[in-house]
């Protein structure tokens, strides 16, 4: 599962490089919880099943009217050699309001942007760190759209 998921980050790390308008690639059940959240978010534009036997989709990617990606990167934070642990009172000391933190913890898996951390008190190990480019208001509004 993990391995998968790491492919479907670099596959959209490198689309958002090249600029791509959509890729493809194959998913799993986490993956497609991930894409959903992405699609929520307002990070992607949607996707679609290309062949659901196999489990490939095609996600559309989404850009700012400047061209940039929204998806500014996608981080894996802990590894197996080193992993990461954060209180919640550490969590909320950050002070970036746009990032996705993926956070695993005894309760289980949780994907989390800055308010709901503050809001549920969670801490944990963060996994990964999806960070949004910075956009004002009307621009963010726009491109939930």
């Given at each position: 599962m993990k391995n998968l998921l790491l492919n479907n980050f670099a596959s959209l790390k490198t689309s958002h490089l090249s600029k791509l308008t959509s890729v493809y690639m194959y998913v799993n059940g986490a993956s497609l919880n991930l894409l959903k959240i992405f699609e929520k978010e307002g990070l992607i534009r949607g996707f679609k099943y290309v062949d659901t036997t196999k489990g490939l989709l095609c996600?559309?990617?989404?850009?700012?009217?400047?061209?940039?990606?929204?998806?500014?990167?996608?981080?894996?934070?802990?590894?197996?050699?080193?992993?990461?642990?954060?209180?919640?009172?550490?969590?909320?000391?950050?002070n970036d309001t746009l990032n996705l933190y993926f956070i695993s913890n005894k309760k289980g898996d949780y994907i989390l942007n800055q308010a709901s951390v503050k809001q549920l008190g969670l801490g944990g190990e963060v996994k990964y760190i999806v960070k949004v480019n910075n956009l004002n208001h009307n621009l963010r509004e726009l491109l939930k759209k």
């Open positions: 996600v559309y990617l989404k850009y700012m009217p400047t061209g940039n990606s929204v998806i500014k990167d996608l981080l894996c934070v802990s590894t197996t050699k080193r992993r990461l642990y954060l209180k919640s009172k550490q969590l909320s000391k950050i």
